[in-house]
């Protein structure tokens, strides 16, 4: 019946991810990637993006360079943490609170040393100006004099947030007092006494600070989170610390993307009055419709206050901090897995959870889990309305890094929920617009209620926000097939199902290749033959390896190809994709192109794409070069900037390029690269004249194009990264903090990976391709 099913539902399901129109598969990449198009230098009456910012030529752009340079950090398509990198003034101050300010100095020292950014310290508060603080260390008496005037209970969802980043360093020898005092002032917490070392206590301080300087309310990175055939694994172990060993997670992370751990399943809030007097029973996976109303149980509204008080005596902090804590040294432990996003759920029993059908459990557990930095936290969907907005606007406000996922369950086999039900449910996963993703399970009868849950959510009119829609049970097992985003799934080594009609991520990619992923040729295609170097070659059949290592570990059943002048690929695959190794001018080719690519000017990446009007695929060209160099400096920078507060890495702004020809693409990727950050390039084609006067200014990155002279002898700052983008064979800088083009294929590879799939690129494996 299920096999019959799928059949049935192919044809309707490739219309809306299958193939391309049969006018454009027919077309070969040497039909798209001339010969002329590759050689041919750009025509005249072609301004170049280097010439215009230059106010040489001001036909393409508006002459205010201002103007200019804010559409490049509009349009640029590089990372979040890349993109306005040296724009951010002062950034959020990071508060260490521990017993004495030499405790907190010795966690900030091998934060140094393990993140590459030795910030500033300041250790008295009332003799040295923070305004510039990147680290500000506070003993345990200080903050609470100072800090906390005012502080509201952590259960106060209309506190107001801190700008600084409060981190406790909780040594245990804290009074239940003043734990309870400096829990209401800090966002995050670290148990010293359970860490391993302090490499773990710093690995974690290095975790913290990222998330919170984590680019917030960028939809185009929570898509690339909740991407195209992604997967999540729920942790339903009762004790973290003794079933997610390592080896356990190693053997996670090649299948899944995210791991949700299921707090209310824990031993340590199982056993307490947050789960109910049922505690001992386990999920029903029986729900009620999202109208009936909680609140009307006199029992339960007596069990809330010993609810709230169980949550502010300490004890649950504790241990459920403890276990998050320990599962992160044991990701990083397991090597694979240790940059893997966590999901936090406190998941109720109306919801097919474990805990006490309250708000104040719910919520509660909820903002214990935030304390440790999760990445992503499960709202539920079903509670009153003024209550669910007070608590989404405290966590939007308090921790603004985290991502929401609004969810709903209403998986009662009585309670049908037709389309247009579901479509409501969908907008009540919406949070008032404020969750990042959505998820909404139902019951399932038979396939239809599957195929029905599909269409709601195509229909629900919710922007891009990524949506998971599935139907729990075997009935239910298509809607996993077709739900492409994020789909829960179950693993052999978890030892059961977390939810009735699970699959594993290997066996539902296996049925998606069977219904409908096409299978596609990417290629990577070489500049013609006179022009084509042994370095090229290879650089050619790094990517390969890494492309290839990147479809393989998702599951696609695409094939990368080394096309060259002469050569013509005929496996008779779909065409999925190209990288052109020489760039192309905009001005010759004759596809679409990114907005991104037509402020540089050139195209290196070609990608399949919706069209604008929802009606099939179209070509479009994109320049990737550019933001791949954006990330890689930023990446660089962030590492060399040790000794630099927040302000001082803003005023260090000044970039130069040197190039013997501003129309070549070096110069144009260069460029676009460095005002993406935020920088302020210089172009000069005389080495000479430019160095003396830079060197000794605030000059951040210096940019060598082929071609371009440089004195390799010369003696630059440390603070400055030199970029060199020349070939391997000529003379290159002794210079310490140097950055070569063979440096940038890794970068390049993830971002065009992240065009093709629409998904977040896995970036181990793709470097244990190219290393091989």
């Known amino acids: 019946m299920m096999a019959t099913i799928l059949i049935l539902v192919c044809t309707t399901v490739l219309k809306e991810v299958g193939g391309l129109q049969s006018g454009v598969e027919r077309k070969s990449v040497r039909r798209l990637v001339q010969k002329d198009a590759i050689s041919s230098p750009p025509s005249s009456n072609w301004p170049s993006l280097v010439a215009v910012l230059k106010n040489e030529d001001t036909q393409t752009l508006s002459s205010n360079k201002k103007k200019d340079k804010k559409l490049l950090e509009d349009r640029s398509p590089c990372s979040a943490h890349a993109r306005g990198y040296f724009?951010?003034?002062?950034?959020?101050?990071?508060?260490?609170?521990?017993?004495?300010?030499?405790?907190?100095?010795?966690?900030?020292?091998?934060?140094?040393?393990?993140?590459?950014?030795?910030?500033?310290?300041?250790?008295?508060?009332?003799?040295?100006?923070?305004?510039?603080?990147?680290?500000?260390?506070?003993?345990?008496?200080?903050?609470?004099?100072?800090?906390?005037?005012?502080?509201?209970?952590?259960?106060?969802?209309?506190?107001?947030?801190?700008?600084?980043?409060?981190?406790?360093?909780?040594?245990?020898?804290?009074?239940?007092?003043?734990?309870?005092?400096?829990?209401?002032?800090?966002?995050?917490?670290?148990?010293?006494?359970?860490?391993?070392?302090?490499?773990?206590?710093?690995?974690?301080?290095?975790?913290?600070?990222?998330?919170?300087?984590?680019?917030?309310?960028?939809?185009?990175?929570?898509?690339?989170?909740?991407?195209?055939?992604?997967?999540?694994?729920?942790?339903?172990?009762?004790d973290l610390i003794d079933k997610a060993t390592p080896d356990v997670l190693r053997e996670f992370d090649r299948e899944v993307d995210m791991l949700e751990v299921r707090a209310d399943l824990l031993d340590c809030i199982r056993n307490t009055a947050l789960a109910g007097a049922d505690s001992c029973v386990a999920p029903s996976y029986k729900s009620v419709p999202s109208t009936t109303k909680i609140f009307n149980d006199d029992d339960q509204r007596q069990s809330e206050e010993a609810i709230r008080s169980q949550l502010k005596d300490g004890i649950i902090t504790s241990a459920l901090l403890e276990q998050l804590l320990v599962l992160r040294e044991q990701l990083a432990e397991s090597g694979r897995a240790k940059n893997i996003p966590i999901l936090f759920t406190a998941r109720s029993r109306n919801q097919c959870g474990a805990l006490a059908d309250s708000a104040a459990a719910v919520y509660g557990l909820s903002a214990l889990g935030l304390r440790a930095g999760v990445e992503w936290l499960d709202i539920e969907a079903n509670w009153p309305a003024?209550?669910?907005?007070?608590?989404?606007?405290?966590?939007?406000?308090?921790?603004?890094?985290?991502?929401?996922?609004?969810?709903?369950?209403?998986?009662?086999?009585?309670?049908?929920?037709?389309?247009?039900?579901?479509?409501?449910?969908?907008?009540?996963?919406?949070?008032?617009?404020?969750?990042?993703?959505?998820?909404?399970?139902?019951?399932?009868?038979?396939?239809?209620?599957?195929?029905?849950?599909?269409?709601?959510?195509?229909?629900?009119?919710?922007?891009?926000?990524?949506?998971?829609?599935?139907?729990?049970?075997?009935?239910?097992?298509?809607?996993?097939?077709?739900?492409?985003?994020?789909?829960?799934?179950?693993?052999?080594?978890?030892?059961?199902?977390?939810?009735?009609?699970?699959?594993?991520?290997?066996?539902?990619?296996?049925?998606?290749?069977?219904?409908?992923?096409?299978?596609?040729?990417?290629?990577?295609?070489?500049?013609?033959?006179?022009?084509?170097?042994?370095?090229?070659?290879?650089?050619?059949?790094?990517?390969?390896?890494?492309?290839?290592?990147?479809?393989?570990?998702?599951?696609?059943?695409?094939?990368?190809?080394?096309?060259?002048?002469?050569?013509?690929?005929?496996?008779?695959?779909?065409?999925?994709?190209?990288?052109?190794?020489?760039?192309?001018?905009?001005?010759?080719?004759?596809?679409?192109?990114?907005?991104?690519?037509?402020?540089?000017?050139?195209?290196?990446?070609?990608?399949?794409?919706?069209?604008?009007?929802?009606?099939?695929?179209?070509?479009?060209?994109?320049?990737?070069?550019?933001?791949?160099?954006?990330?890689?400096?930023?990446?660089?920078?962030?590492?060399?900037?040790?000794?630099?507060?927040?302000?001082?890495?803003?005023?260090?702004?000044?970039?130069?390029?040197?190039?013997?020809?501003?129309?070549?693409?070096?110069?144009?990727?260069?460029?676009?690269?460095?005002?993406?950050l935020g920088l302020d390039p210089k172009v000069s084609d005389d080495f000479f004249c430019e160095a003396t006067q830079q060197l000794d200014s605030n000059l951040a990155v210096l940019v060598i194009c082929p071609g371009a002279t440089f004195d390799n002898s010369l003696n630059l700052p440390e603070e400055t990264l030199l970029v060199d983008l020349r070939s391997e064979d000529e003379p290159s800088s002794q210079h310490a903090r140097i950055l070569r083009k063979q440096d940038l294929l890794l970068e390049i590879a993830l971002e065009q990976q992240r065009i093709w799939t629409n998904r977040r690129p896995p970036r181990a494996d793709m470097a244990a391709a190219m290393s091989t």
């Open 386 to 676: 003024l209550e669910r907005h007070a608590f989404v606007d405290w966590v939007r406000r308090r921790y603004p890094s985290t991502r929401i996922l609004g969810s709903q369950h209403v998986v009662d086999e009585d309670h049908n929920v037709g389309q247009r039900a579901a479509v409501r449910l969908l907008h009540d996963c919406h949070l008032g617009g404020r969750a990042d993703a959505l998820k909404l399970v139902l019951a399932a009868r038979d396939d239809r209620d599957s195929i029905a849950l599909r269409s709601a959510a195509q229909e629900a009119d919710l922007g891009t926000t990524p949506r998971v829609a599935i139907c729990l049970g075997d009935a239910g097992r298509l809607s996993r097939v077709l739900n492409r985003v994020m789909t829960p799934v179950t693993h052999a080594k978890l030892g059961g199902a977390a939810a009735p009609g699970q699959l594993d991520a290997k066996t539902l990619m296996a049925l998606r290749r069977q219904l409908f992923l096409t299978k596609r040729a990417y290629h990577l295609v070489l500049p013609p033959s006179d022009d084509n170097t042994d370095q090229i070659i290879q650089d050619a059949k790094s990517l390969q390896k890494a492309h290839q290592a990147a479809f393989d570990r998702v599951g696609l059943p695409h094939t990368v190809f080394i096309v060259d002048d002469q050569e013509r690929e005929n496996s008779g695959l779909a065409f999925g994709g190209a990288a052109l190794l020489q760039p192309v001018p905009f001005a010759l080719i004759s596809w679409d192109a990114s907005s991104w690519a037509r402020t540089v000017g050139f195209v290196d990446t070609i990608a399949i794409v919706d069209r604008e009007d929802g009606r099939g695929y179209t070509v479009r060209g994109e320049h990737l070069m550019s933001s791949a160099l954006a990330n890689a400096v930023a990446y660089y920078l962030d590492n060399m900037h040790t000794t630099l507060s927040s302000s001082e890495r803003h005023h260090r702004r000044a970039g130069m390029i040197f190039t013997t020809d501003v129309s070549l693409e070096p110069a144009a990727s260069a460029f676009a690269a460095l005002s993406a």
């Open 87 to 238: 724009s951010r003034e002062g950034g959020r101050p990071l508060i260490l609170i521990g017993q004495d300010v030499t405790k907190c100095q010795e966690a900030a020292t091998a934060l140094g040393d393990l993140n590459g950014r030795r910030r500033r310290l300041i250790k008295n508060t009332s003799t040295e100006d923070v305004r510039d603080a990147d680290v500000l260390f506070m003993s345990y008496d200080s903050a609470t004099t100072e800090m906390s005037r005012g502080a509201a209970p952590f259960d106060d969802w209309s506190q107001t947030a801190n700008r600084e980043v409060r981190v406790l360093l909780n040594d245990g020898t804290l009074s239940d007092s003043m734990l309870t005092a400096l829990r209401a002032i800090t966002q995050y917490e670290i148990l010293t006494y359970k860490a391993a070392n302090n490499q773990s206590i710093a690995r974690e301080l290095k975790r913290i600070d990222s998330l919170a300087r984590r680019c917030t309310g960028d939809p185009d990175d929570v898509r690339l989170d909740f991407g195209d055939d992604t997967f999540f694994l729920s942790l339903t172990y009762g």
